[in-house]
């Protein structure tokens, strides 16, 4: 049980170094950099030119890529379980998950034959 | 185990004010980010109780899947990012704060009078429990129906996901 | 180590679940038929009838996966009657779908998906698989309630249902939770023997969370209020499928996991759906009252029939017989004809008047008298008048009553009773108006109703005429689904 605890206890200690070297980084760097405050300096950097104001709204587009990404993702968490535990689940495992993905899959048919993935 | 009590802890007060934070901010997409600490939390907690694969699949679906949903759905909004105040209150927040403090004690005292004193006994057997090998076995020897069935709920909210984004 | 699997038992859904692959396809390669889906849908429909029949011609119970996976005359009773429910709702929905500005082939795909967790919650008896089954029901129900994208009462409908679903899911979702970590199992009968212990404080209220998460699911009061705005703005056969089929499954989803899991727990849930049953019969007729519009109306007597479905369920623990469920399945299948049949009529009529307001029905019977003839059929049933069948799902109802015979039971069913009364006045007002008013003057483009929606009408006006006069008719098939347990 312990070294359940100690392994994750590394992962710990990567987050925590993580967290630390972003606070040491930006800690330096404003212990030596020269601060001369401009309004020009606040403005949002929009790769060259003056950012155009306001709030566009994305196209819909996006939300059906978000959402097939979220339906495979789920996919994926079933597949994992499977996945470890392949040789006693055996061909009865392998055809319900094989029946399990065909029928997903038939769902990003779905969104391609109706044209959401084409970019046009 | 008072390691483990620590840990415990720090994680709760960490996600208490996340949580907190997610309701009290007034950007939408900064309570979308105060959400993925207190999703995040709770992935640790899950691993504090050695359920390992919950745990990763809290991390995989909904941090790293459930939050772009939410980031897309915020996008696809026409209302502006900025701080309007307006429409992220609610009169009735001192309402809603003393109902949630409400079942907060209530189901405090509950859980206290049903759970207390006991003890999980921690062990191998307990990480076991938890692994992906014994969730797999469990999905393909008790709930083959059900997953299955997911698989065809999958598909429904896909199409109907489909149809109501399609601009035609 | 694999686990039994009955392909015999599962027939049912592997039959559905084809059959909507199959519609998919259908749609997506040969997308110039388009009559092809809905023919294909309402036969996969029928076909799934079949091993239902079969299985119980034969008779015995199959238990799977550790009896999570039940298929009794319990499961194969409430299976035939979402499948016969699907089949007319398929009948309905082809005119309204075909002239509408719909997509065709995705609306079958996500009404069968819907069908098959009914069939699929009929046989469950496990935690997970009641979430899912339940969640298989809601989701695309969620997406035809907005069915009508370009109409924002469609998509109030659809947002009103999917946030009121998504929030009762959550409640119930916390409950279970809760009673798998008393029981440390989630099958139901881990969870009764459990119950049948001294459960702290805490395992009722998990049993209240879980009923409450129900009662959002069967619009009970006081969590209806998304029913009548999501009734009206939904494209009508949907409304008739939400009002009937996912109503149902709800009551099922309820009835299992009091009959099979939360039994010993009498204490918990009998005071709780007490509440509900008064509430809902009251407040729904009160409501009904007081509408303008036949499919508000409609949702509201749904939610006061509701109640009346609930009765039972209140006094089931303190009935010794299996009364109280026989009467669940018995009223369920009677409401179930009346219903539909009333939404298929008001389809027909709107269809030449595009119009659901009571007003618009005046004068009904002698521009249309077949369809006021078979409206006012349907209203009298629904009010319980005999020889129709509605009176003999009251009278189950009653009967359930006295067998339990407490002072609460007597209490409900005082209140049913009073509320009976109150029902009548609203459904003979339509017949009152259909018979008595003068007819308005309508721009009438006539839109004759096709076979489809006759044959639908057909179907249910039969069984409410010969369910009312031969009552056993459906009695027997009670007493079958409850002989064993």
């Keep these: ?120 | 185990m008072w390691g483990q009590q620590v840990v415990f802890w720090l994680l709760a007060i960490a996600m208490g004010a996340a949580a907190i934070g997610v309701v009290r901010s007034r950007d939408v997409v900064h309570s979308v980010l105060f959400l993925v600490v207190v999703l995040a939390g709770a992935a640790a907690q899950y691993i504090l109780l050695a359920a390992e694969f919950v745990a990763w699949v809290q991390v995989l679906i909904y941090i790293g899947a459930v939050v772009v949903l939410f980031l897309f759905g915020v996008m696809l909004t026409r209302s502006p990012m900025g701080h309007d105040s307006n429409r992220l209150d609610n009169d009735q927040r001192w309402a809603a704060g003393v109902v949630a403090l409400l079942i907060f004690g209530v189901l405090t005292a509950l859980l206290v009078d049903a759970f207390g004193g006991q003890q999980i006994n921690f062990g191998p057997e307990l990480v076991a429990q938890g692994s992906p090998q014994a969730i797999g076995s469990d999905l393909f020897r008790t709930f083959i129906v059900p997953f299955e069935v997911v698989s065809m709920l999958l598909l429904a909210a896909l199409v109907g996901a489909v149809v109501m984004a399609r601009k035609d | ?485």
């Design chain 1, 1 to 120: 049980m312990t070294e359940f605890y100690r392994e994750y206890l590394a992962v710990a200690v990567l987050i925590g170094a993580a967290l630390a070297l972003v606070g040491l980084m930006l800690g330096v760097g404003k212990l030596i950099r020269p601060v001369r405050p401009q309004a020009d300096k606040y403005i949002t950097y929009e790769a060259g030119s003056d950012p155009v104001g306001g709030w566009g709204q994305s196209n819909v587009r996006y939300y059906v890529y978000a959402l097939l990404f979220v339906i495979f993702d789920v996919e994926a968490v079933f597949i994992f379980p499977w996945a470890v535990g392949l040789e006693p689940l055996g061909i009865f495992g392998l055809v319900e998950m094989v029946v399990f993905i065909l029928i997903l899959v038939l769902g990003l048919v779905y969104a391609w034959r109706k044209g959401v993935l084409r970019w046009a």
């Design chain 3, 1 to 485: 180590m694999n686990p039994v699997i009955d392909y015999h038992a599962l027939a049912p859904e592997i039959v559905l679940s084809v059959t909507i692959i199959l519609c998919l396809l259908v749609d997506l390669f040969i997308p110039d038929r388009p009559r092809l889906v809905p023919q294909l849908a309402s036969l996969g429909v029928l076909a799934a009838i079949i091993p239902v029949l079969t299985l119980a011609v034969s008779g015995t119970d199959v238990s799977m996966f550790g009896g999570a996976f039940v298929v009794d005359n319990y499961a194969l009773a409430f299976d035939g009657l979402f499948l016969v429910v699907a089949y007319i709702t398929l009948l309905v929905s082809f005119d309204e779908i075909a002239d509408g500005d719909y997509y065709g082939g995705e609306y079958y795909v996500l009404l069968l998906t819907s069908v098959l967790g009914m069939v699929m919650m009929a046989s469950s008896r496990d935690l997970v698989s009641i979430f899912i089954a339940l969640e298989t029901i809601s989701i695309p129900t969620f997406v035809l309630a907005g069915w009508r994208k370009h109409d924002t009462k469609s998509n109030e409908a659809a947002i009103k249902y999917f946030l009121i679903g998504v929030l009762s899911s959550a409640v119930m979702l916390y409950g279970m939770s809760l009673i798998f970590g008393f029981a440390n199992g989630t099958k139901l009968s881990v969870i009764s023997e459990y119950s049948a212990g001294s459960p702290p404080a805490l395992f009722a209220v998990a049993i209240f969370l879980t009923i409450v998460g129900f009662a959002f699911k069967v619009s009970a009061v006081p969590f209806h209020f998304w029913a009548p705005d999501t009734y009206e703005g939904a494209p009508l056969p949907v409304t008739a499928f939400l009002s009937v089929a996912s109503k149902a499954a709800g009551f099922v989803a309820l009835l299992t996991i009091i009959r099979f899991g939360f039994f010993n727990s009498s204490d918990s849930w009998q005071p709780l759906i007490w509440v509900l049953a008064a509430a809902s019969m009251t407040f729904g007729n009160l409501a009904a009252l007081r509408q303008t519009n036949i499919v508000r109306m409609l949702a509201y007597s749904s939610i006061a029939q509701g109640g009346f479905i609930l009765v039972p369920l209140a006094v089931a623990g303190d009935v010794s017989g299996p009364s109280a469920w026989e009467a669940v399945l018995v009223y369920l299948m009677i409401y179930a004809a009346m219903n539909l049949g009333a939404f298929a009529v008001v389809m027909a009529v709107s269809r030449r008047t595009h119009s659901t307001e009571i007003s618009s029905f005046a004068g009904l019977g002698r521009v249309d008298s077949v369809n006021a003839v078979m409206l006012s059929l349907f209203m009298f049933s629904l009010a319980g008048i005999p020889p129709l069948a509605g009176w003999f799902a009251k009278f189950v109802i009653f009967r359930a009553v006295f067998d339990a015979g407490t002072t609460a039971a007597v209490v409900l069913g005082v209140i049913a009773a009073l509320n009976a009364v109150v029902a009548f006045f609203y459904y003979s007002n339509v017949v009152r108006r259909m018979w008595f008013d003068e007819a308005p003057e309508v721009v009438s483009s006539p839109r004759p109703a096709s076979v489809a929606l006759t044959l639908a009408i057909g179907i249910t006006v039969v069984v409410v005429v010969v369910v009312g006069v031969y009552p056993e008719v459906f009695a027997r098939l009670g007493q079958l689904a409850f002989a064993s347990g």
